[in-house]
């Protein structure tokens, strides 16, 4: 079990340039999810996969965020025309299938994170 | 809706003394409750959870208990060490395994 794994661990980029981020997690697990969290703050919701299905969004997640999983395994995030107000560090998580030990499922893996630094 | 409050940091302790940090929440049904811990630079490691209501969450001396009466999972440890310190999230997830609701974190300085 290596854990969950993004790349790249950093990026800084000019505003208005597009960035992708890419989450691989716990191999079993089939579920996974973006945070993004800001200086001093715990992280905040962005979107939530089940397999390849993307299941929720938040309201944070505006249209210039887009974020995929095409065979059910590692994940994508992009963010196209970034501003200043996106950097922060983005985590991504996964957790178990169902079927295994009550609440199982509830349990979030995070991975180091992606920490985005916008000019 | 669901959220999570935690104590406001930092909290500065000297080596091997008692810590508790506390934590409430609001949520409807039965969350699971978590403690995680990011050192810095890093994501987040979870600390213990607990999955239903008088359990108790345990790791490497830190304890937490699901008290559904006074909706808290407060957490405590009876002799920090320098190396523990960090940030530290309490948070939930309702049944199903969905987003995981965090507090806003609580700085722990241990001096030597």
Not at chain 2, 6 to 32: D, H, K, R, W
Not at chain 2, 83 to 95: D, G, H, I, K
Request: contains cysteine; charged residues 20%; hydrophobic residues 30%.
């Amino acid at each position: 079990d290596t854990g969950v794994s993004q790349d790249p661990r950093h990026k800084i980029t000019k505003r208005g340039q597009n960035v992708t981020f890419r989450c691989d997690p716990i191999s079993e697990h089939n579920r996974l999810y973006w945070y993004r969290q800001t200086l001093g703050q715990g992280p905040e919701f962005l979107t939530y996969f089940q397999n390849e299905a993307q299941l929720e969004k938040s309201r944070l997640l505006s249209d210039r965020f887009s974020a995929e999983r095409p065979k059910g395994s590692f994940s994508t995030l992009e963010i196209q025309r970034t501003e200043q107000g996106d950097s922060a560090m983005y985590l991504c998580a996964s957790s178990p299938k169902a079927g295994g030990p009550l609440r199982s499922t509830d349990t979030q893996y995070f991975g180091p994170g992606t920490r985005l630094t916008v000019l | 809706g669901n959220s999570v409050t935690q104590m406001e940091g930092p909290v500065t302790l000297s080596e091997e003394a008692f810590l508790t940090i506390n934590c409430t929440y609001t949520a409807t049904g039965y969350p699971s409750l978590f403690w995680y811990v990011q050192y810095p630079g890093e994501g987040l490691q979870l600390l213990l959870k607990a999955t239903k209501a008088d359990d108790k969450g345990s790791n490497k001396g830190f304890e937490a208990t699901y008290r559904k009466e006074t909706t808290s999972f407060h957490l405590e440890k009876g002799s920090v060490q320098v190396s523990e310190s960090a940030v530290y999230f309490c948070a939930l997830s309702r049944a199903g395994g969905f987003k995981t609701i965090f507090g806003a974190g609580t700085r722990l300085f241990v001096k030597a």
